[in-house]
Structures are given as C-alpha cells and as structure tokens.
C-alpha cells in the first residue's frame, strides 16, 4: 500500500521546546524507516524565505511558503516535521486546510519558563529592546484552540511528548 | 523496487517553447502513473519567490529556491518538471550537482524566432523599453554546454521534443 503522508506542525513560542521534539521525533520516524523532512528554523530561513522579516505580512508569507512545500511533500507521502513559532492562529488554518493531511502540536510551556531557560539569549536581547517584534514580548502569539497534541514541555519529560505525537498519528492511521 | 527521482529541468528564452514541452511530457508521465509535481514560472512565482526581481542575484536565489524543492521531492522518489528560462550556467550547475538526480534539457530556438513567436506579447514590450532586463533582449542567456537533451523547437515537433526526453530519462534508468 502506498504510504501516507502527513505534515507535523510544531507551534509554539521560542524556547518551549519546538526543535528537541522535533529532532526526538524525527529520531524515532527514521529509526522505523518512514520518508523524511525536517523543515527547521535555519533550513527554511536560508532555503526558502531569505529577505523575509517579522512584520505580521511577513510572518505569514513565511509561513505560507513552508505550507506549500510541506504539501508538496505530504502528497507524495513524505512525513514532514516543521519547527515554526507561526504565532498566528488564521494562517495556520490556511495551510492545515491546504495539506489536509496536518497534524498540529501546540508546544506549550508558559512564557516566564521559556524566558527562564532562554537558551539562545534572545529574550534577554528582545526585554532589552535590541530585538524588536519578539514573540511573546512584544509580538502576539495566538494558542491553537484545537490543536491534535499539545505538549507542556514545563511538565512533562520529552518521551512522553514524543509518544503522545506517535499515539496520535498512530491513531489518524499514519503509521504503518 | 523504491522509485527513483529526478528533476527534469527545462531551460530556454521566453517563447522557446519550454511549458509546451513541460505539459505534453506531464501528460505523459503522468499516463504511466510516474509521482510528478510541475514547477512552472507562476506556481513558483506565487508560492515561492514572490518579492525576487530580475537582477542576477535576484534570479540566482529564484533558480537556488526552486533547485531546494527540487531537491526534497526528487529525494522522495518524485519525478519534478522545472519550466524556468534560468539565463545563469553556473546556477544551473550548483543546483545539478546539489540534486545529482538532474537532467537539462535545452529549449532551444533561435531568439529571433521566440521573438516573432512572441506568444505573451512580451518581446515587444521589451524591445520598446518597457520592460528592463529581458533575457534575450538586454539580459545575457547562457546556453547549456552539455545538456542531456536539446530541443530545437525551430526545427522539430511537439512529440520528437518529448519523445526524445523520455528516450533520454529511459536511457539514464528513471523509467520502469
């Protein structure tokens, strides 16, 4: 039978944990032998969406550009992982009605945690108003409201977002 | 046996036939049921490249975009038709040697038949100034040296076109 694509749509703010799911996931898709992709942050940033800013019109053609690429892939049955903060809810609507086959994963922990870890430096750069248009800061981020899996990185252990990701494409019926 | 890819990329001036070509060969391809995705210049243009101009740098980071999906799909086994005048050789072969699965074919007729061919009335607007940079006109075009394929649209028909292509994708072991 011909193998079902599907794209995993990681949202969320910066630090909650988008990329570490990914990679894990991604891990573990492979391990079992499943076509592919992993659109993250730098790939797309240099590939695909170079000249782009953080303007909310920006943010979405951004966005929109990854969607057409991930349904591009789906349709020929590549699973395609995206890390995208994509803080705006309309346009991940857009895309998900687009691909059809999309699987949304809210990764949420609150934003004083993200802040606290802050692994990149960057909310410090953007509270110190040397980053501007910083989601979350100063930029909106709006939640999903019925997104397929939702992972509270603040509360859980990373297996068990990982598994409950699996469950859940297991459970659509995207894995073999 | 797992499909295997390529990118089947068309080069040529304006009006040298290259999406006549591109559509009879997706036909064929897609009769005997071959996964197949077209690029042609307005599908790219909206979803990938919106915003890129026409200067060299500009036209060197369209082809270098549309090479990266290229690439992605052909690795999952997609047949991927280009339809792109891609004036620039040495982009040409960046995105060859990033792909590997690639063949060229040249659309090649004479600029003064593309001319009074000129199907999208374009040549015209270009030769009264009205548009700048046209390739052909006042933009350099740079002919493959070593295409897999050449189609003298000038002297031959639709089908010797496509045919010899297939023959071609045949030969190199694409097809089944």
Redesign the interface.
């Known amino acids: 039978m011909k193998q079902r694509g599907v794209t995993i749509w990681l949202t969320g703010l910066s630090g909650a944990g988008k990329s570490t799911i990914t990679e894990a996931l991604a891990q573990k898709l492979r391990e079992q032998d499943y ?1 592919l ?1 992993v659109l993250d942050g730098d790939v797309v940033r240099t ?2 969406t ?2 782009l800013g953080f303007s909310k019109e920006d943010r979405d ?1 951004n966005i ?2 990854i969607g ?2 991930c349904n ?2 789906t349709r ?3 699973f395609v992982l995206v890390s995208a903060i994509s803080p705006y809810r309309e346009i991940r609507e857009e895309v998900r009605g687009k691909i059809g086959d999309f699987v949304e994963v809210f990764v949420n922990a609150p934003l004083a945690v993200c802040e606290q870890r802050d692994v990149k430096g960057l909310y410090k750069r953007a509270r110190a108003g040397e980053i501007k248009s910083f989601t979350g800061i100063d930029d909106p981020y709006e939640p999903p409201l019925n997104p397929e899996v939702e992972c509270r990185t603040d509360l859980e252990e990373l297996d068990e977002s990982v598994n409950k990701i699996l469950h859940k494409l297991d459970q659509l019926g995207y894995l073999r």
Chains 1, 2 share one sequence.
């Open positions: 076509p992709e590939n695909l170079k000249g053609e929109r550009r057409f690429v591009l892939l020929h049955g590549v």
